[in-house]
């Protein structure tokens, strides 16, 4: 379970540039909850999963993940137990190392690293049959640099390290947003699947609000560094893109028009 | 005239210096560091190692003090960059000249101290028939140094912690995600660096120049710069393991160190133009990639007019 309490946070403080973008956010993730989450450009979201992982510090507020508060806890010591999928392809995996090198990375993510030979063939078997399930073609390239793969099967494979390991909560930050729609579809896919399976509490920061619709057991909207919405279980699976939208005008007291940002695609 | 003997010559300070050169290709091509505190740790290794030979202590514990000097001179670098976000070349600049007043002290204020004991080199020379050339001593002598630290190197990038180094050089942000602490790792990298370099002044020291010097750092960065170029250059592929890419650039030392020899014997120029022309040399191999884009972008825009052009006739 993951409990926000009062997250806020500034960026620039006291100059021109002062930027209120996390507001006094409080909310509570349940064990397994699928949580998508929409809103304009600059609304916070980005902010908010990034405090959460520890790459930005907060102002005020507390971080309770599964029983214990890790909002002062190093960013690196956090990446043990979440996994972390970003918007670009190029940042999730090391482009000159294998494929199989970046796997056994993020399988070794739980422990410190040690002076054993990270290249045996040890885990290969356990490798093949997870990059099988991407069904991109990636396990029989074990040996191939992840520089050398497309965008979606990066990402395909960022996804696969964020999870390769059961994290105790998964970070997905618009990470089909810089595919093509075929890929993006592929990729979307793949995670819902895997979530499912795995049964990850997750929060899936998404700027389409199909895929929020379709997606997931809930669904939260921010604006402005506030959640405006949170609906969940029927009520969301019933929603409606304009109803979405005419919610977002009602909470948020703007016209949707002027926020095109929100339409997706 | 170019004779046998300055091949030879060249080719065992090439063995030698390539440890440094070792040394500069993991901070600078493993985890993409520019390193300028190689400039400082290699006269500390020599005026370490000379300072306690002349004291009597024995030349392999000498030239381990001056590995561990090293180690520490390149966690001083580390430190200032991942604790103080200090940038790379400045926080090794800052290491640098602080090592300049530190190795004076070393050296009790002195700006040569000569070797006058036992060294590794009279060692060594001792297992070899009485008139063999001091250059075979010095050949055999490095590249023993060179296989060692080649082979303990390719098994320690392969391990874990090699690996979270690489992926730390490599994308740091993905090695954050997947939990590798990259400020321990950049600090670790630059211990493990400044070791050899500082091991490499000890063996040039002993072998090379017969004291320890404190002006001997200058231009070293551009040296191990200048043999990892040609090195890649000539036989680095894509695809060859750790262990070839580092003999690669062991042979990139010996060739750099093979041409400057020939280019001495050029009667117009003088020794003291070698840093000019190795800077140059660095300069425009890191120049060349840049500019081949821009030709290749320019050539696309170019056919694209053309097209456009052949288009509206
Ligand atoms: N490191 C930063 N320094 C200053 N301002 C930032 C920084 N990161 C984000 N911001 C600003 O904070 C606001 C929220 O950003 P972000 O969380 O990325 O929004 P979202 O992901 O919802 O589009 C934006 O106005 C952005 O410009
Ligand atoms: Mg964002």
């Given at each position: ?9 500034t960026?620039?403080p006291?100059t021109v540039n002062?930027?209120?973008?996390l507001?006094n956010?409080s909310?509570l993730?349940?064990e397994?909850d699928?949580v ?5 450009n600059g609304a ?7 405090a ?6 907060l102002d005020?507020?507390s971080?309770e993940?599964?029983g214990?508060?890790?909002s002062q ?14 918007q ?9 190392m294998?494929?199989?090198e ?5 399988y070794?993510?739980?422990?410190r ?6 290249l045996?063939s040890?885990?290969d078997?356990m490798?093949?049959e997870k ?7 990636l396990?029989?390239?074990?040996k ?5 793969l497309?965008g979606g099967q990066?990402q395909a ?15 997905l ?9 075929k ?5 979307l896919e ?11 509490t997750t929060?899936m920061?998404?700027h389409?609000?199909?895929?929020a619709i ?6 939260i909207?921010?604006?402005?560094g506030?959640?405006i919405?949170?609906?969940?279980g029927e009520?969301?699976r019933?929603?409606?893109?304009a109803a979405?939208?005419e919610?977002?005008?009602r909470?948020?007291g ?10 997706g695609k | ?5 300055t091949?030879q010559?060249?080719?065992?300070q ?11 290709y993991?901070t ?8 300028l505190?190689?400039?400082?740790s290699?006269p500390l290794?020599?005026?370490v190692s ?7 202590v ?11 000097c ?15 976000k200090?940038?790379d070349?400045?926080a090794?600049i800052l290491t640098m ?5 530190i190795?004076?002290?070393i ?6 101290v000569?070797?006058?004991s036992?060294?590794?080199k ?5 297992l070899?028939p009485?008139?063999t ?8 002598t490095?590249a ?7 082979g ?10 090699g690996c979270?180094i690489?992926?730390t050089?490599?994308?740091?942000k993905?090695a954050?995600a ?8 950049i600090?670790l990298c630059l ?5 050899m ?5 000890n063996l040039?020291?002993?072998?090379d120049y ?5 002006n001997?750092g200058?231009?070293t ?7 990892i ?8 592929r ?9 003999f690669?650039?062991?042979a990139?030392a ?15 120029l003088k020794a003291?133009?070698?840093k000019?022309i190795?800077?140059v040399t660095v300069a425009?191999?890191l ?7 821009k030709m290749?972008l320019r050539?696309k ?12 006739a």
């Amino acid at each position: 379970m993951l409990k926000l309490k009062n997250l806020s946070k500034t960026f620039n403080p006291g100059t021109v540039n002062e930027k209120l973008v996390l507001d006094n956010v409080s909310l509570l993730v349940n064990e397994g909850d699928f949580v998508s989450v929409i809103g304009s450009n600059g609304a916070g979201k980005s902010t908010l999963l990034n405090a959460i992982a520890g790459s930005v510090d907060l102002d005020a507020g507390s971080i309770e993940l599964n029983g214990r508060e890790i909002s002062q806890m190093p960013d690196v010591t956090r990446a043990r137990f979440i996994g972390r999928v970003f918007q670009d392809p190029m940042m999730g995996t090391a482009p000159g190392m294998w494929i199989k090198e970046n796997l056994s990375l993020a399988y070794r993510r739980t422990k410190r690293p040690t002076l054993r030979w990270a290249l045996s063939s040890d885990d290969d078997e356990m490798y093949i049959e997870k990059l099988e399930k991407l069904g991109l073609g990636l396990e029989g390239r074990l040996k191939t640099k992840v520089g050398l793969l497309s965008g979606g099967q990066r990402q395909a494979l960022t996804l696969l390290m964020a999870t390769i390991q059961q994290p105790e909560l998964l970070l997905l930050d618009e990470h089909t947003a810089a595919l093509d729609p075929k890929t993006a579809k592929t990729v979307l896919e793949l995670s819902a699947d895997i979530i499912e399976k795995n049964n990850l509490t997750t929060l899936m920061v998404t700027h389409n609000m199909r895929n929020a619709i379709d997606y997931g057991n809930r669904l939260i909207m921010m604006h402005e560094g506030r959640i405006i919405l949170d609906i969940e279980g029927e009520e969301k699976r019933r929603l409606s893109v304009a109803a979405l939208m005419e919610m977002f005008e009602r909470s948020s007291g703007e016209d949707f028009a002027s926020d095109s940002a929100l339409l997706g695609k | 005239m170019i004779t046998a003997a300055t091949i030879q010559s060249a080719i065992a300070q090439g063995l030698l210096w390539a440890v440094l050169t070792l040394g500069v290709y993991l901070t600078y091509r493993v985890l993409g560091f520019s390193d300028l505190g190689c400039e400082g740790s290699f006269p500390l290794g020599a005026a370490v190692s000379v300072v306690l030979m002349n004291g009597g202590v024995h030349p392999l514990l000498a030239a381990a003090a001056a590995m561990l000097c090293g180690a520490i001179a390149g966690a001083i670098t580390g430190v200032l960059h991942t604790v103080f976000k200090i940038p790379d070349i400045l926080a090794g600049i800052l290491t640098m000249i602080s090592l300049y007043s530190i190795n004076i002290r070393i050296m009790s204020g002195k700006a040569t101290v000569t070797i006058a004991s036992d060294t590794l080199k009279s060692i060594v020379g001792g297992l070899f028939p009485q008139n063999t050339s001091s250059y075979i001593v010095s050949i055999v002598t490095g590249a023993i140094f060179c296989l060692i630290i080649v082979g303990v190197l390719y098994y320690y990038f392969g391990t874990e912690v090699g690996c979270s180094i690489r992926a730390t050089g490599d994308n740091a942000k993905m090695a954050r995600a997947v939990g590798v602490n990259t400020d321990m790792m950049i600090v670790l990298c630059l211990v493990i660096s400044n070791s050899m370099i500082a091991l490499a002044g000890n063996l040039i020291a002993q072998f090379d120049y017969g004291s320890a010097l404190v002006n001997m750092g200058q231009g070293t960065i551009v040296i191990g710069l200048a043999s990892i170029i040609i090195g890649e250059v000539l036989f680095v592929r894509d695809e060859m393991n750790f262990a070839l890419k580092m003999f690669s650039v062991v042979a990139g030392a010996v060739i750099y160190r093979i041409v400057i020899a020939c280019a001495l014997t050029l009667p117009w120029l003088k020794a003291t133009d070698l840093k000019l022309i190795t800077a140059v040399t660095v300069a425009i191999a890191l120049a060349l990639p840049v500019v081949k884009q821009k030709m290749a972008l320019r050539a696309k825009r170019r056919a694209a007019l053309k097209e456009a052009g052949n288009a509206e006739a």
